[in-house]
Nanobody, 125 residues
Framework: QVQLVESGGGLVQAGGSLRLSCAAS????????MGWFRQAPGKEREFVAA????????YYADSVKGRFTISRDNAKNMVYLQMNSLKPEDTAVYYC??????????????????WGQGTQVTVSS
């Protein structure tokens, strides 16, 4: 059974940092892109960042570029999201997901077929 478990969320002041982790189990995901999405109350789920199967290519939403860094450790079946200079508008539930593809169109949530339950990130002003 495939399982993705996010951790590392919490409450932080604006300008602070958090590091999210996503542990994948049930199969090996080293051949697939992985991504982070977020959903704020009353809003649709939006793309945050993604990384291709090898970790050589990373992709970011404009709103987080330069502040967030995605990485992965295929040996441990882990993906991470380092979030710096957090802003109140970053407040959301953050989800990790596994793509159906190694690197194709990582921006579309429909291209991901396994999702975690999410971890809450709250940034106070």
């Amino acid at each position: 059974q495939v399982q993705l478990v996010e951790s590392g969320g919490g409450l932080v002041q604006a300008g602070g940092s958090l590091r999210l982790s996503c542990a994948a189990s049930g199969r090996t995901f080293s051949s697939y892109a992985m991504g982070w999405f977020r959903q704020a109350p009353g809003k649709e789920r939006e793309f945050v960042a993604a990384i291709n199967w090898s970790g050589d290519n990373t992709y970011y939403a404009d709103s987080v570029k330069g502040r967030f860094t995605i990485s992965r450790d295929n040996a441990k079946n882990m993906v991470y999201l380092q979030m710096n200079s957090l802003k109140p508008e970053d407040t959301a539930v953050y989800y990790c997901a596994v793509s159906r593809f190694s690197s194709y169109d990582v921006y579309q949530p429909g291209n991901y077929h396994f999702w975690g339950q999410g971890t809450q990130v709250t940034v106070s002003s």
